[in-house]
């Protein structure tokens, strides 16, 4: 039986951003495991925002279809994104928005979320790490089928929160960060087996 395949992204694109430095833990983090890893940057993919009349004016653009692709050829996803008012980043909310609208490529079902596993984290220069943002994703991805697990990962502090080589400082977080990628791996593997 093939390696569960994870996909890791972040819902952030600024320069210096710390859940894009999380992100980058995470896949080396995931490469130790049993598992083939794939990260994406969200930059490489640029979307309208969601607007219904442009999707029946011109259809659902390729970079959606591509990401929906992406979405449906991995077992697992580990997702990352900051916290904006309390909430998801406009940029990972319109991604997933748009990633939802693509159901076949003409060709094919394409199902980007349903029956998938999927971690999620979040970096913040605040003490609670991105927590409230946490809780919006979870419920969203839930509803489109994802099974979120209850391993999630909110770094607080995130400004001092990484050494020169991006690894998390904090013991205790790194322990909990080490915990949530193995019980993606593990969770997506049982999944495939069954």
């Known amino acids: 039986m093939r390696q569960p395949k994870i996909l890791v992204l972040a819902g952030s694109i600024r320069s ?15 490469s130790l495991g049993d598992c083939e890893v794939t990260r994406i940057s969200l930059e490489d993919y640029p979307l309208p925002i969601y607007n219904a009349d442009l999707e029946v004016s011109e259809g ?8 929906a692709k992406l979405f449906d050829a991995h077992d697992g996803f580990f997702i990352v994104g900051p916290e904006y008012n309390g909430s998801l980043s406009p940029l ?25 596993v999927a971690v999620i984290a979040a970096a913040s220069p605040g003490a609670m790490g991105g927590m409230t943002m946490l809780y ?16 999630q990962v909110a770094v607080g502090g995130a400004a001092s929160a990484f050494d ?6 904090n013991e205790r977080t790194a322990g909990l960060f080490s915990d949530a ?14």
């Open 92 to 116: 990972l909310k319109n991604t997933i928005d748009w990633i939802s609208r693509v159901s076949s490529d003409g060709e094919r079902d394409i199902i980007p979320y349903r029956g998938k």
């Open 164 to 169: 020169e080589d991006e690894r998390l400082e």
């Open 181 to 194: 990628c193995k019980a993606l791996i593990e969770k997506t593997s049982y999944m495939k087996a069954i």
């Open 16 to 30: 210096g951003s710390f859940n894009t430095r999380l992100a980058g833990a995470a896949t080396r983090e995931l």
């Open 60 to 67: 659902v653009p390729e970079n959606a279809i591509r990401l």
């Open 136 to 151: 919006h994703l979870r419920d969203i991805l839930v509803r489109l089928g994802v099974l979120v697990l209850s391993e």
